[in-house]
């Protein structure tokens, strides 16, 4: 179990101070898939480079399974990293980087031997295990440098966007490969993305970040359905956010009859309005749901569903998001103008934005 | 299948060597002008017969060769001894080394920290590396003099610190000949290590660390291997110039132990006999050829073997 308590990072000092990680609480779980996700320069890489050991925090604690780690040197943490730019060592054979961490330690020769090549069939590399580190492909370095960080037995293994150099193909298999090897070592795995898709994927436990900050920690499906704020809605999956006003266990959308939900609460007071574009029924009035009507403003076709862009009568517009199977009902033209329906399930309401938004 | 592969890779690099061979045609080019032809009139000269008055005539001679060989009578008059050149050729290369092996100590050091500080003023650094290359190779050594002879910098400072009651005899030592060795070539060893600790990848010693390793262990297996051909560079930049360096022994150790370089430079003076000066020029190549043949062949199977 790593617990990550207040932990923060500022580079530079005064006027230059930059704050890379403000005041971060998580606690990972042992066995967990657990993911940084956040856009380019949220602090993920800073706060692996902080378990890993090679940056120290300005602020807060690491604690793995109860002993602070912040004194030791990362030679000395039992966590090892899989680089983003992979850092194999280019006069090395594969077999010589995958041992190289057993090696470091004093393992006995053929320890190292044995491990190496347990682990270089676990990721099927056992083949090229003479060849250079240099002469392998963006898919092979991959593998090996996942390889190099396994063979030390890690508590914790950190991967920094370890598929984000990988073409879409291999990523997926990659992806698939990486969950499988996770669960079946129980081996606990920080991961980091700013690939949502990848996240909501792969993830037991997704932590959102933006800023320096813990957005929300949520596993994929709460954190798709039950985003915590503005940041994370948008940030996770396409989204619809509407102007309206909670009070009184209902909930208005600006123009639309009141909706009963119990999220609503009792004070009154402007709320954004959340709901993702596959709830949106379209061409239907449907029970249990908001209704209004929309102009089909664009058709956008995707494969197995289509997009559609409405315009509202209020002057807002929506996206919706219709199945493109045989038995689903309705056909759409642009153009035209189709009544729609906004389920109470499906509306969330976000806090409001003031203090986030500074 | 297995074959097959081999053989694709093989006509690959045959074509990536064909490729740098071409690439490298301007620079042989010069290196036959400059290096070869300066080389090919040695090789004739070491062929005649000595000129009363220096020179040579042009009448074939194998005396030259013979006096390399086979000691005779040089500058006294009693027989020459029988391994004179040996010995000096000898003392030649254990200065080289030495002078190779402090300037690695010494230069190593300074590349790493030059090249470890921000990319800003790195070139601060390397300037003032090599401000010494703007004077004479004869005002850097008899600067060097300054410091440490018997009157000089250090010994006044000493005494007028009351630390010592005479000067201490540092002139005309083998130490104050290595002090400037060291000193001259120092800059020859710093300048290819720096190129090469400058393109190490620092994110591979982070791997390293994060894999267990200590700094040693670090140094030892990633950061070394991957800047060596930097410190082979350098030491044979520096070992086969100070192997021939003749002004730097002569002005530090006063003349008292012959170099290489001071034989050969006596044979085209005083000695008058520009055959065998050529022909011991032209055998100091021979060898350094030889030894940088072997040498790079060690090093460069070396590194590859263990990797
Ligand atoms: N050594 C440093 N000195 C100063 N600022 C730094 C340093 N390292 C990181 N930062 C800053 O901290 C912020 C967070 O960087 P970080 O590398 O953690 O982002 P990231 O979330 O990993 O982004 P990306 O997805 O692009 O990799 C960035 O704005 C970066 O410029
Ligand atoms: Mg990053």
């Not at chain 2, 090249?115 to 703007?134: H, K």
Request: hydrophobic share 50%; net charge neutral; proline share 5%.
């Amino acid at each position: 179990m790593l617990e990550i308590k207040s932990l923060s990072k500022t580079f530079g000092a005064g006027v230059a101070a930059y704050h890379a990680l403000r005041s971060v609480d998580v606690t990972v779980e042992d066995g967990e898939f657990f993911t940084l996700l956040g856009p380019s320069g949220c602090g993920k890489t800073t706060l692996l480079r902080l378990i890993a050991g090679f940056e120290q925090p300005t602020g807060g604690q690491l604690v793995l399974d109860g002993q602070d780690i912040a004194a030791i040197p990362p030679s000395r943490r039992p966590v090892n990293t899989v680089f983003q730019s992979y850092a194999l060592f280019p006069h090395m054979t594969v077999a010589q980087n995958v041992a190289f961490g057993l090696e470091a330690r004093g393992t006995p020769a053929r320890d190292v031997a044995a491990r190496v090549e347990e682990v270089l069939q676990l990721v099927q590399m056992d083949h090229l295990r003479d060849r250079k580190s240099a002469a392998l492909s963006g898919g092979q370095q991959q593998r090996v440098a996942l390889a190099r960080a396994l063979a030390p037995r890690p508590r914790i293994l950190l991967l920094d966007e370890p598929l984000s150099a990988l073409d879409l193909k291999l990523r997926k298999e990659m992806q698939a490969e990486l969950k499988r090897l996770q669960r079946e070592m129980g081996l606990t795995f920080i991961f980091v993305t700013h690939d949502q898709d990848e996240a909501l994927t792969m993830s037991d436990r997704i932590a959102v970040m933006e800023g320096g900050r813990l957005q929300q920690v949520a596993a994929p499906r709460d954190l798709y359905d039950h985003p915590a704020n503005r940041f994370v809605a948008g940030f996770i999956g396409e989204t619809n956010l509407l102007p309206g006003e909670a009070g009184n266990g209902q909930l208005r959308l600006a123009g639309l009859a009141p909706a009963p939900i119990a999220e609503a609460g009792a004070e009154s007071g402007a709320v954004t309005v959340m709901i993702r574009p596959e709830h949106v029924v379209v061409g239907q009035e449907a029970a249990n749901a908001v209704h209004t009507s929309g102009r089909v403003d664009e058709l956008i076709f995707f494969g197995t569903d289509t997009h559609v862009k409405l315009s509202l009568p209020g002057g807002g517009s929506l996206t919706a998001r219709t199945q493109n199977s045989l038995h689903s009902g309705t056909h759409l033209t642009e153009g035209q103008t189709v009544p729609l329906s906004l389920p109470y399930e499906a509306l969330r309401i976000l806090p409001d934005e003031a203090a986030h938004a500074v | 299948m297995l074959s097959e592969a081999a053989s694709g890779e093989a006509l690959l690099r045959r074509a990536e060597t064909r490729r740098r061979w071409s690439l490298a045609m301007p620079a042989l080019i010069v290196i036959s002008l400059f290096s070869i032809l300066p080389l090919a009139v040695m090789v004739v000269y070491s062929f005649l017969t000595p000129g009363t008055y220096g020179n040579v005539e042009w009448q074939f001679s194998l005396d030259g060769w013979f006096s390399v060989i086979f000691e005779r009578d040089l500058f006294d008059d009693t027989l020459g001894l029988a391994d004179a050149h040996l010995s000096i050729l000898g003392r030649s290369a254990l200065l080289a080394l030495a002078t190779t092996a402090l300037t690695m100590v010494f230069g190593l050091p300074t590349a790493w920290f030059i090249a470890t500080r921000p990319v800003a003023s790195r070139a601060y650094w390397m300037f003032l590396i090599t401000v010494p290359f703007w004077t004479n190779l004869l005002v850097r050594t008899i600067a060097i003099q300054e410091v440490i002879r018997a009157d000089g910098t250090i010994n006044r400072l000493l005494l007028g610190l009351g630390v010592i009651d005479a000067p201490i005899q540092m002139m005309f030592t083998n130490g104050a000949v290595l002090l400037g060795m060291t000193y001259v070539y120092l800059p020859l060893m710093v300048l290819p290590v720096y190129a090469a600790i400058e393109k190490f990848d620092f994110r591979l010693a982070e791997a390293a660390y994060d894999l267990h390793a200590s700094r040693f262990y670090c140094l030892r297996r990633v950061i070394f291997p991957l800047i060596r051909p930097g410190v082979i560079a350098g030491s044979i930049l520096v070992f086969i110039p100070a192997l021939g360096a003749y002004v730097t022994p002569r002005l530090m150790g006063g003349g008292r132990a012959m170099m290489w370089g001071n034989l050969i430079d006596l044979q085209f003076g005083q000695g008058r006999n520009w055959p065998l000066g050529a022909a011991l020029s032209v055998s100091l190549t021979l060898l350094v050829m030889i030894a940088l043949v072997l040498s790079v062949r060690r090093f460069a199977g070396g590194g590859r073997a263990d990797g």
